[in-house]
């Protein structure tokens, strides 16, 4: 890990990450109640960082992840932004903007940034998982969630700035922008083909519960059957599976295929917002 001594390893917070709603309300009095959310700061906004040597952005691949100098992958933690197409494959609406949004970002502060990394450091792909700053401290991914380049995301056991991030996608969803103006951002599970795969937000009505042996299932009237995994039951603090049939929801993650069923894994309670 001597690679990593250029950037400034602050992690925050000890509490309990796939490729690529109105938040606010009851659904953040209910956070705060069962303990998810403990802002230091105003819900409106991240705390400042300046502590650390920046180090430089070379090449932005798109709204969530760029390239250090140094040949570092960096994947924001905290947000999804659509995807560029590859291959045969078109662009999703609002992905280029995402791009274009965070590369105006960075260059604005000459391309520095200062990261704090997440709890876990690096994902799957090997990119490094961050919190960027910009050289005025403030945080990068609550500059693009404010201004509709993507989605606020929760994925145990990256949540640090968890609020502040609900609080800016809130703003943009507010006031239309971005993402929130560019198309459907929320599909109903009744009007899906199911053919749909990658990130979605979803509204439904919970129909049946299955209690697996390694997993809850949330069974929606049409649609993706939603997934918690008992290990990662610990994070849904004040919740009764017995209580949720019949709910609505709108529930945020990324849709895959298995066993010729949509599925749709969720791990942190901040994915589901309660309709009813």
């Known amino acids: 890990m001597a690679a990593l001594r250029r950037i400034t390893l602050t992690v925050t917070g000890r509490v309990r990450f796939p490729r690529k709603a109105p938040l606010c309300g009851a659904f953040f009095l209910s956070a705060i109640i069962h303990g998810l959310l403990v802002p230091t700061v105003s819900l409106a906004e991240c705390a400042p960082f300046t502590a650390g040597e920046p ?13 250090l100098a140094d040949g570092r992958k960096i994947r924001l933690i905290g947000i999804n932004t ?47 998982l961050a919190h960027p700053y910009n050289l005025a401290g403030k945080n990068i991914t609550e500059l693009l969630l404010k201004e509709g380049a993507g989605y606020a995301i929760a994925i145990p056991p990256n949540q640090q700035n968890l609020a502040c991030y609900q609080a800016a996608e809130a703003s943009a969803r507010a006031a239309d922008l971005g993402v929130w103006k560019n198309g459907p951002s929320v599909r109903d599970v009744r009007k899906m083909d199911g053919q749909e795969e990658g990130f979605y ?51 945020r993650g990324w849709i895959y295929r298995r066993k010729g069923q949509q599925r749709m894994q969720i791990r942190h309670p901040a994915a589901i917002q309660w309709l009813d």
Do not use: C
Not at 85 to 110: C, F, N, V, W, Y
């Open 55 to 67: 180090v430089k952005a070379s090449y932005v691949y798109d709204g969530d992840t760029f390239k």
């Open 82 to 128: 659509p995807e560029l197409g590859h291959e045969d494959r078109a662009d999703e609406p609002g992905a280029e903007m995402a791009r274009q949004q965070l590369k105006t970002i960075l260059s604005a502060s000459q391309n520095q940034v200062r990261l704090k990394l997440g709890r876990e450091q690096q994902d799957r792909y090997k990119r490094y």
């Open 201 to 251: 937000l979803i509204q439904g009505q919970i129909e049946r519960i299955g209690k697996g042996r390694r997993a809850l299932w949330l069974n929606l009237r049409q649609g993706p059957a939603i997934r918690i995994d008992w290990t990662d039951w610990d994070n849904f603090k004040g919740w009764n599976p017995d209580d949720l049939l019949g709910k609505r929801l709108e529930a």
